[in-house]
């Protein structure tokens, strides 16, 4: 996804210094190309703009503070900028939150006087990995990837392997054994399979079952969620198709229920994208983002030049979905590229 999306407190906090840096630069007087390139950075992403409006209404309002100080410079003594600490007068401890807030991003321009705003916070440039998920092996060789905040139990006897989804989804890739078949419990249902992969998520009221390989069973539990007989079977699913039951309600007088329906490929990857190990980059060059990329995958990413390598790049992104991170270059950054066997060269388009 391209950048705009979610963003780490890090990443605001460090955008919100640059906006401060501009503007206590734009204060000493701006040359026609720095007016040129703060419009620039301003105006290339809406956090960038909304930065600067909060940060210039913030100090907006402490315009009434002059009242108080009347003789005081329009500009900051740089000494009050020391490191060394200094008394709190009662003028200071009356100062509203909104001040305080201020005053913070002032001492961040102080920090960084000397350097451009864009070199401002270094730190605001970063690749971020965030692993895939946790990933259980069972003692028949059955593999279960869980999702954030999914939980399981396992419980496996001579005639049959079972495992309890208590919460959240989970991807199960079931090791084939037709004498010993496989069964997840998830409230009042069942997904039956012997060798196959499946992903199961289980809500409040409601479970979804998304078949990958293979083909599986979707059964009604009778009694306790936890039988182990008694079931009756809902429907039987193959790959590339979906089921979501609904639990019965008798408050709106809703039957218990499954409705099955197809599923694309992109359907498929879109819903078990958590599933992989995915980078963020925050504002970062497209040189650096090529290295990252290059450290998780066969197929290699190459810039042209340093033009191209200077390209700033924002989102979330598969680390093994090189494909789909090229296609994004060349939709939304106005980059080519060119393959050389394994190797795909990105060129800015010119």
């Not at 026609?32 to 909304?50: T, V």
């Given at each position: 996804?391209?950048?705009?999306?979610?963003?780490?407190?890090?990443?605001?906090?460090?955008?919100?210094?640059?906006?401060?840096?501009?503007?206590?630069?734009?204060?000493?007087?701006?040359?026609?190309?720095?007016?040129?390139?703060?419009?620039?950075?301003?105006?290339?992403?809406?956090?960038?703009?909304?930065?600067?409006?909060?940060?210039?209404?913030?100090?907006?309002?402490?315009?009434?503070?002059?009242?108080?100080?009347?003789?005081?410079?329009?500009?900051?003594?740089?000494?009050?900028?020391?490191?060394?600490?200094?008394?709190?007068?009662?003028?200071?401890?009356?100062?509203?939150?909104?001040?305080?807030?201020?005053?913070?991003?002032?001492?961040?321009?102080?920090?960084?006087?000397?350097?451009?705003?864009?070199?401002?916070?270094?730190?605001?440039?970063?690749?971020?990995?965030?692993?895939?998920?946790?990933?259980?092996?069972?003692?028949?060789?059955?593999?279960?990837?869980?999702?954030?905040?999914?939980?399981?139990?396992?419980?496996?006897?001579?005639?049959?392997?079972?495992?309890?989804?208590?919460?959240?989804?989970?991807?199960?890739?079931?090791?084939?054994?037709?004498?010993?078949?496989?069964?997840?419990?998830?409230?009042?249902?069942?997904?039956?399979?012997?060798?196959?992969?499946?992903?199961?998520?289980?809500?409040?009221s409601d479970v979804s079952l998304l078949v990958t390989e293979g083909?599986?069973?979707?059964?009604?539990?009778?009694?306790?969620?936890?039988?182990?007989?008694?079931?009756?079977?809902?429907?039987?699913?193959?790959?590339?198709?979906?089921?979501?039951?609904?639990?019965?309600?008798?408050?709106?007088?809703?039957?218990?229920?499954?409705?099955?329906?197809?599923?694309?490929?992109?359907?498929?990857?879109?819903?078990?994208?958590?599933?992989?190990?995915?980078?963020?980059?925050?504002?970062?060059?497209?040189?650096?983002?090529?290295?990252?990329?290059?450290?998780?995958?066969?197929?290699?990413?190459?810039?042209?030049?340093?033009?191209?390598?200077?390209?700033?790049?924002?989102?979330?992104?598969?680390?093994?979905?090189?494909?789909?991170?090229?296609?994004?270059?060349?939709?939304?950054?106005?980059?080519?590229?060119?393959?050389?066997?394994?190797?795909?060269?990105?060129?800015?388009?010119?």
């Amino acid at each position: 996804m391209a950048t705009g999306g979610h963003q780490r407190p890090g990443a605001s906090e460090a955008i919100e210094a640059i906006a401060a840096a501009w503007l206590a630069r734009r204060d000493r007087g701006f040359t026609a190309d720095d007016n040129a390139e703060f419009a620039l950075w301003r105006f290339s992403a809406p956090r960038h703009a909304a930065a600067v409006d909060r940060l210039e209404k913030a100090w907006g309002s402490l315009d009434a503070l002059r009242d108080f100080r009347p003789l005081a410079h329009a500009h900051p003594d740089p000494d009050l900028l020391a490191s060394r600490r200094k008394p709190h007068t009662p003028l200071q401890r009356s100062l509203s939150a909104a001040a305080l807030v201020v005053v913070a991003a002032s001492l961040a321009v102080a920090v960084w006087v000397g350097r451009t705003p864009t070199e401002a916070l270094p730190s605001a440039r970063q690749a971020i990995l965030h692993p895939g998920p946790e990933r259980l092996v069972l003692d028949d060789g059955s593999i279960i990837e869980l999702n954030a905040g999914a939980k399981t139990e396992v419980s496996f006897t001579p005639a049959e392997r079972r495992v309890f989804l208590l919460g959240g989804e989970a991807l199960f890739t079931v090791a084939k054994n037709p004498e010993w078949p496989f069964i997840v419990n998830a409230g009042d249902v069942a997904v039956r399979a012997i060798g196959t992969a499946f992903s199961v998520a289980r809500g409040d009221s409601d479970v979804s079952l998304l078949v990958t390989e293979g083909i599986v069973g979707l059964e009604q539990l009778r009694g306790k969620a936890d039988a182990t007989s008694g079931v009756a079977e809902f429907a039987q699913l193959h790959a590339g198709q979906r089921a979501v039951y609904m639990a019965a309600d008798k408050a709106s007088g809703r039957q218990a229920g499954v409705e099955v329906s197809e599923v694309t490929p992109a359907e498929v990857e879109q819903a078990l994208a958590w599933q992989r190990m995915r980078l963020e980059f925050v504002e970062l060059p497209l040189a650096n983002v090529v290295a990252e990329f290059n450290r998780y995958n066969r197929q290699r990413l190459v810039v042209a030049d340093r033009d191209t390598g200077a390209v700033l790049i924002g989102g979330n992104f598969r680390t093994d979905n090189v494909e789909g991170f090229v296609r994004l270059l060349e939709s939304g950054f106005s980059i080519t590229s060119s393959r050389r066997g394994d190797v795909i060269v990105l060129r800015k388009a010119r």
